[in-house]
């Protein structure tokens, strides 16, 4: 037994350093692919490090105020979040987050935690970590203790986040490998949409009311959860407080252990256990009911047909889902934020339609080389037209009540309610527009939409996109021009009264533009059908 264990301990040692220059490996073999990628990474690692590296000033500086405890336990915290929720939101970041690859490999889950968590510490995103971690603890350490709590709170730091990442990614990775899991990575542009606003409105009332002081109460909170309490330790060290800082630092000793059991537990289980994979078999049943209950509200033929196909991109396909959940989240964020802050106007509500509208962008585009199936049921004009018209009504039973919803809501928040029938002309004008040059650009200047990685336009067809997303919306503007001078006019003039008017004559403005959109594209789309599948097909 002794001599057995004697060989095993070697091969768990060495388990280490091979893993760390496998990962040194993918690193530089990722980089030699392309010289894009190679430039992409440099430049990721530069903004990286400038980053870091003003945020290790600021922290410097923030020395000796009287609120850099609450500023640091606080940004320990939101590091802390960032990493917990980056694998759900990037699963395809890091190659090296599915512990799957790893399952058919001879390997224990003791040393292969042990060599994942080290190897883990070789990136931007752990070196970014660092350097924040070394400011919050320069910021509030005073004293030769406190330095000395420093270096084993800023090390206890880096490693929960690591693990803290690395262990929510092998509880879920079954999830995050699959179909629906891919596309909980649609919600991260929503919580960036999102984040940024809530900062933007947070750092404006911090400045409206008091500073940083309005934080304190939170802090003292947040500084007693983990591993936000392990730079607490070093601020209560600093006053003295040897016991309160203890205990700070075992609490956050306390979940990188419990962290790394749950992580070997998840590999463990991720080892031994096949997946559910092939116990899908009643998922195409559901699907196939829930279909027949969608078709009953659509119209027959054709245009229903198409309808309930692009209604079935905006649920299934990763990128059309990620598209309108970035537009319907912005078009929504925008107005409202404004609106909260008090420097909006309900004409902001307009926003929605011109996000929303860019979905008719592209439209065949969405459809990649399987638009050869829609191709072969276009013999004619009046096919091209029913099939651009189908897709146009898909979008407005999505974007006409939900335009509706956002001015609704603004002139609520801002409380004028005066306005609103000339917003909804405005609103349904600006979205007719829209969906008019929508329809034409989407014949005139068709591209590629790659089905993996994060890329929206094919290599070669950037200008393309440039041409028909932007060229589009300029026409658009110019097409409101009319109801924009008319509501001008209608307020110089004095005739507030009659604004209301700008609600059904937006509205029949708006069809009307759809519907000459649709019969200047439909003979476009017919008489081009092989060099608009031949550029959807790219990529």
């Known amino acids: 037994m002794s001599t057995q264990s004697t060989q095993r301990t070697p091969d768990a040692t060495a388990l280490t ?27 990721s690692v530069v903004g990286a490090l400038l980053l870091a590296a003003l945020q290790l000033l600021g922290l410097v500086l923030l020395r000796g105020n009287e609120h850099a405890a609450t500023v640091v336990v606080l940004l320990g915290a939101v590091l802390a979040l960032g990493w917990a929720v980056m694998p759900l939101f990037f699963p395809s970041g890091d190659e090296t987050l599915d512990p799957t690859r790893l399952v058919m490999l001879p390997l224990r889950p003791e040393p292969l935690v042990r060599a994942l968590l080290v190897s883990s510490l070789v990136g931007i995103g752990p070196l970014f970590t660092l350097c924040l971690v070394v400011g919050s603890v320069i910021a509030v350490a005073h004293g030769a203790a406190a330095v000395a709590t420093g270096v084993v709170a800023a090390a206890l730091t880096l490693l929960v986040c690591v693990a803290l990442a690395r262990a929510v990614a092998a509880a879920n990775i079954r999830l995050l490998s699959s179909r629906k899991g891919r596309d909980l ?13 809530v900062v933007n409105f947070g750092a404006q009332k911090l400045g409206q009311s008091g500073g940083l002081s309005r934080l304190d109460p939170a802090a003292d909170v947040v500084r007693w959860i983990p591993p936000a309490s392990a730079l607490g330790a070093v601020d209560s060290v600093g006053e003295g407080a040897y016991g309160r800082g203890v205990l700070q630092l075992a609490l956050t000793a306390g979940l990188l252990v419990a962290l790394l059991r749950f992580w070997q537990r998840s590999l463990t289980r991720l080892m031994t256990s096949p997946d559910g994979s092939t116990l899908q078999a009643a998922e195409p049943t559901r699907d196939k009911a829930r279909a027949h209950g969608l078709s009953r509200f659509l119209p027959d033929g054709r245009t229903g047909t198409v309808m309930e196909r692009s209604l079935r991109y905006v ?42 509208g860019i979905q008719m962008y592209n439209q ?14 276009i013999s004619s004009t009046k096919d091209a037209y029913v099939e651009l018209r189908a897709r146009a009504l898909a979008l407005m039973l999505i974007t006409l009540p939900y335009a509706a919803l956002v001015v609704v809501l603004t002139s609520a928040v801002i409380g004028e309610w005066r306005p609103l029938p000339e917003v909804l002309g405005l609103s349904f004008a600006l979205l007719g527009a829209m969906l008019a040059t929508g329809a034409w650009t989407s014949a005139r200047f068709p591209y590629s939409i790659p089905q993996e990685g994060y890329k929206n336009v094919a290599p070669g067809q950037a200008g393309l996109a440039w041409i028909s997303i932007f060229g589009g919306m300029v026409a658009a503007a110019l097409l409101c021009a009319p109801v924009i001078a008319f509501t001008i006019w209608l307020h110089s003039a004095g005739h507030a009264g009659l604004t209301w008017v700008l609600l059904p004559v937006g509205a029949a403005y708006g069809y009307a533009l759809v519907q000459g959109g649709l019969r200047l594209a ?16 790219r990529g």
């Open 185 to 197: 990575a649609v919600l991260s542009g929503l919580v960036i949409a999102v984040g940024v606003q």
């Open 315 to 356: 649920w299934r396909d990763p990128k059309t889902k990620a598209a309108w959940v970035t537009s319907l989240a912005i078009g929504l964020i925008v107005p409202l934020f404004n609106a909260f802050q008090g420097t909006g106007s309900v004409y902001f509500a307009c926003f929605a339609s011109g996000m929303l």
């Open 17 to 43: 350093p091979v893993f760390v220059r496998l990962k040194l490996s993918l690193l530089r073999n990722g980089l030699r692919q392309s010289s894009g990628r190679r430039a992409a990474y440099i430049a």
């Open 522 to 537: 439909a003979p476009r789309v017919a008489g081009r059908l092989p060099e608009i599948l031949a550029a959807v097909s």
């Open 364 to 377: 065949f585009g969405q459809d990649t080389s399987a638009f050869w199936m829609v191709a072969t049921t």
